[in-house]
Nanobody, 117 residues
Framework: VQLQASGGGLVQAGGSLRLSCAAS????????MEWYRQAPGKQRELVAT???????NYADSVKGRFAISRDNAKNTVYLQMNGLKPEDTAIYYC????????????WGQGTRVTVSS
């Protein structure tokens, strides 16, 4: 599965951004869709997940501020980010897993989010 993330940019603290990630290729294998981020000098971390049925989970650091959603017809996952903080600055990536939890996507280049204070 190939993944193309977009929607990043520069925003002031407190602002909002909406990220999108479109999947192509063997999309029938997709069950779970996920957003990750990697800040400079840090390991990549899981931000949010959404299952095929719409169940969601979030990292504690983004709960109440971020919302993940998906459009199965478009094979696209979204991340609405509100109340952005400088510590949210990172490159954001999406990935996919099949029903067994096995990763199915290629990481791609991600989309850069920069939050200024």
């Amino acid at each position: 599965v190939q993944l193309q993330a977009s929607g990043g940019g520069l925003v002031q603290a407190g602002g909002s951004l909406r990220l999108s990630c479109a999947a192509s290729g063997r999309t029938v294998s997709i069950n779970r869709m996920e957003w990750y981020r990697q800040a400079p000098g840090k390991q990549r971390e899981l931000v949010a997940t959404i299952t095929l049925g719409g169940s969601t989970n979030y990292a504690d650091s983004v709960k109440g501020r971020f919302a993940i959603s998906r459009d199965n017809a478009k094979n696209t996952v979204y991340l609405q980010m509100n109340g952005l903080k400088p510590e949210d600055t990172a490159i954001y990536y999406c990935n996919t897993r099949d029903r067994l939890g096995i990763p199915t996507g290629s990481w791609g280049q991600g989309t850069r989010v920069t939050v200024s204070s």
